[in-house]
Each structure stands twice: as C-alpha cells, then as structure tokens.
C-alpha cells in the first residue's frame, strides 16, 4: 500500500468517526436519571456532545404505565419522541440545566415537562392530534405548536418563541406566564388570578375564555372576525387594541385596556348583572355593534365616537363615556341610563324607547333629531336644540334647562293613551297639571 493510499484511508477513517450517523435510543426505565446509561437501550448516554461523534433520536415510551426522566446535565440530542399513557421530563437540579433539541420534541401521548425554574429546553415543542402537555415552571426557546383535539396547560412558563394553538386545539393558562407571540385559533382559557403575557402580538381567530384572568400584549392585540373574548378580567394591549369578533364582559367584570388606539368593527357587549369598562388613550370609535345589558353597563373612560356604521343598542343597562358623539348614519336606540355629554351630530338620530336618564348635557345638532316613545326621558344637564325633539307617546324632562332653536314635537304612542300625559294609566286632570309643571312653568324656552 502506497503512502498516498495510506493517507486517503485514514482520512476516510477519521472522518467517520468524527461526524458518525445517528443512533436510535429508547429508555427502558421507570423513573430514573438521564445521565445513567443503563436506563436506556442501547446502553448509552445520549448525547450529541459525548465525543463519539454519534447523534441521538430518542424515545420515551410509557406504554400504560408511568415513566420519569430527570435530566441532570447540560445535553444535546436530534429529537425525542414521546408516547404512553403518563412520562415526566423534568429537571430536580438545583444548578441550571439545558436540553436541546435540535429537531424539537413531539409528543404522542401525555407528557409532563417541570423544571423548578431551573431548567430551559431549547427546542420546538409540538403535540398531535387528541394528546396533551402540560409544562411547569420551565423556559422554552423554541415554538409550542398544539394540535386538533390537542390539550396544552402552561403554569408558570417563559417561553421565547410562539404558542400556537389551531382551531380545535384547547390551551389552558395558569399562573404568569410570558411568549414572544400567541396565535389563537383553539380554545383557551386563562383561570383566576392568572395571565399570558406577549412581547409581540396577540392574536385570536379562536375563542378565549377569562375566568378572571388576564391577556397582555407589550404590542398588539386583536381580535379577529369570527372569534371571541369573554368571561371576566381584562385584556391589555400597549399599542393598540381592535375587536372584529366578540368581547363579551360575563360572571363579573371584564375591562379592555389600549395604550394606543382602541377600534371596534364587531361587538362590543355585557352580559346582565355585568360590566364592561374600556380604558384607551386616544377616542374610541365603534364601527361595530355596542349592546349594553340590563343591571350592568358598557363603559368608556374617554370619548366614544359612533361611526355612521356603528349601532348602539340600550337594553335597560347603562352606557357610559366622557362624550357620546353620535354621527350621522349611526345607529343608538333604546332605553335605560347614559352617563355622559350626548353629542348628536349634523343630521343624526338618537331614538329612546323607553324610559331612560341622560346624565349630562345634550346638544342636538341641525337636522338631528332625539326622538323619544313610550317613556319619560329625564335630562339633567343643559339642553341645546338646534334640531327636533320628537316625543311620541313619550316625554323629555329638561332638568338643566332647555335653549330651543329648533322644533319640539308631541304625539300619541300606539302603546299609551294620547291623553294620559303623565302616563299613570289614567285620564284625569293630573295630566294637565303635569305637562303645565314640566313644559309650560319650568321650561325656559316656553
């Protein structure tokens, strides 16, 4: 054999052993350490790193039993692949201990990952189809990917990449937890006195269900079309906050916070007995559907603007702003409380249908109208008509004063009698005396 043959076949022969293929591993155990190799078939630790220039695919099989793993030590491995009825892949270290996987970790079973805030996996997460994970106290750099029928719970989770959840998965929060991104289009539901945290977007094609609990983005939150917010706690978007879905306030109080803009183009809503309280620093503007429930309320802490596609419907529930603008186009029907300055524009329409308190002052621009029916509306701010004021089987008490440089018109109700002004269900001289009290004596433009 020549020196150059010589020298080719060593190189060959090196090169195998350096780079060497990948090894097929299985554990065999019960609970045991990662670190000893008698726990694993073929007897070896798996570790990219160990040196022999193999790499690893490991599985984790529990069949029907139940099986724990404890990695002790910073390892390196392809893949792992879990099956069976119940396996633990935790960390009981007291020093800080990495697993990467480079080719992620999927689960076919049920797989519990707990780490005593000691232990971060980096690797891509993913679950399939009618399996579940749930991850404890562990940092993950890598996406968690859930699946259809898929059930994931995160508890106390720093994960620094994306959670995504597919429609028909189910996610499941408790405790803080933090994601780079969260895409909803499942199920999820954050518990008491718990939250999900993004640095960047949040957003839900799904159903998110906050049993006062709490969803926070530094970024963004939406909420898309088809989808849907509800329950109690808040929802807290640093940049802006819109709803093409539902946001639905149930079982307690839900507020919406945006540091930024706040847009609604879907539906706005309290359940009875609930409140819904919106909190933005700029004007907020519906475009969508407000309805606000009896014995509870929707509320804004700035200025609401109804669009001319917006619709505003009061069930005997209290709506609330700084400054209700109603635009011309725009839609506010309906009876119960409003807290605020009613503003309705050029041309515009408010139409009360039963009795209702307007605590505030009401302007009424040229051409609007406020028109009331079947019910006594009582003013207490200042009242300024520059358009018409139309009561049909109704009433409007001007409490602050009424300035009229428009029309007042009265007429019978199809639901009351013309002449039982007072509505009390009877026809008598009180009628007169009542209009005389309200219109003729008190009124400052009469």
Same mark, same amino acid.
């Given at each position: ?16 052993? +350096? ?35 193999? =790499? ?33 892949? %935790? ?27 000691? $232990? ?5 997460? =993913?679950? =399939?189809?009618?399996?579940?994970? %749930?991850?404890?106290?562990?940092? +993950? ?37 933090? #994601? ?21 977007? $949040? ?16 970024? =963004? ?14 929802? *807290? ?17 839900? *507020? ?8 609604? %183009? ?13 909190? #933005? ?34 069930? %005997?529930?209290?709506?609330? !702003? ?14 119960? !409380? ?5 503003? +309705? ?51 409007? +008490? ?33 009628? $007169? #005396?009542? $209009? ?11």
């Amino acid at each position: 054999m020549s020196k150059r043959i010589f020298i080719l076949m060593s190189v060959i022969l090196c090169s195998i052993n +350096i780079y060497g293929g990948q090894v097929a591993v299985s554990w065999n155990a019960g609970f045991g350490g990662w670190d000893q190799s008698s726990n694993w078939t073929p007897t070896i630790v798996p570790d990219n790193n160990d040196g022999s220039g193999d =790499t690893y695919a490991v599985t984790i099989d529990s069949g029907t039993g139940e099986v724990g793993v404890n990695v002790e030590s910073h390892t390196m491995v392809d893949s792992i692949d879990v099956y069976g009825d119940e396996t633990s892949i %935790d960390s009981w270290s007291s020093d800080w201990v990495q697993l990467t996987v480079i080719n992620g970790i999927t689960n076919h079973g049920f797989m519990e990952v707990e780490g005593r805030d000691a $232990f971060e996996i980096i690797a891509d997460i =993913t679950n =399939t189809t009618d399996n579940e994970i %749930d991850l404890y106290e562990i940092e +993950i750099d890598g996406d968690i990917t859930n699946a259809v029928g898929g059930e994931i719970t995160i508890d106390r989770v720093e994960l620094e990449g994306i959670l995504y959840n597919p429609t028909g998965g189910m996610v499941q929060v408790e405790s803080y937890n933090d #994601a780079d991104e969260v895409r909803n289009a499942g199920s999820m539901v954050v518990i008491w006195n718990s939250d999900i945290w993004t640095e960047g977007a $949040f957003v839900n094609n799904g159903n998110i269900e906050l049993r006062n609990g709490v969803c926070v983005s530094d970024d =963004t939150f939406s909420n898309e079309s088809g989808s849907g917010v509800g329950g109690s706690g808040g929802v *807290v978007a640093e940049v802006s906050l819109s709803n093409d879905g539902v946001i639905k306030a149930s079982n307690g109080t839900l *507020v919406l916070y945006s540091g930024g803009e706040l847009s609604n %183009d879907g539906k706005l809503e309290n359940s009875a007995l609930c409140s819904l309280f919106v909190n #933005a620093a700029a004007d907020i503007n519906n475009a969508g559907e407000i309805v606000v429930n009896a014995e509870g309320g929707v509320g804004f802490n700035g200025n609401l603007i109804n669009n001319p596609a917006g619709i505003i419907r009061m069930y %005997d529930g209290t709506l609330s !702003a700084v400054e209700i603008r109603q635009q011309s186009g725009a839609s506010l029907e309906g009876f119960g !409380a409003i807290s605020g300055d009613l503003v +309705i524009e050029d041309g515009a329409v408010v139409s009360l249908t039963g009795s209702t308190n307007i605590i505030g002052d009401v302007t009424i621009g040229a051409g609007a109208s406020l028109a009331v029916s079947d019910g006594t509306v009582l003013i207490t701010g200042a009242v300024v008509n520059n358009g018409t004021i139309a009561m049909t089987g109704g009433r409007v +008490i001007c409490q602050g004063g009424l300035t009229n440089n428009g029309s007042v018109t009265w007429e019978a109700g199809s639901d009351s009698n013309a002449a039982d002004y007072n509505l009390d269900g009877n026809v008598n001289l009180t009628d $007169f #005396a009542n $209009f005389a009290e309200s219109w003729m004596w008190q009124a400052s433009w009469y």
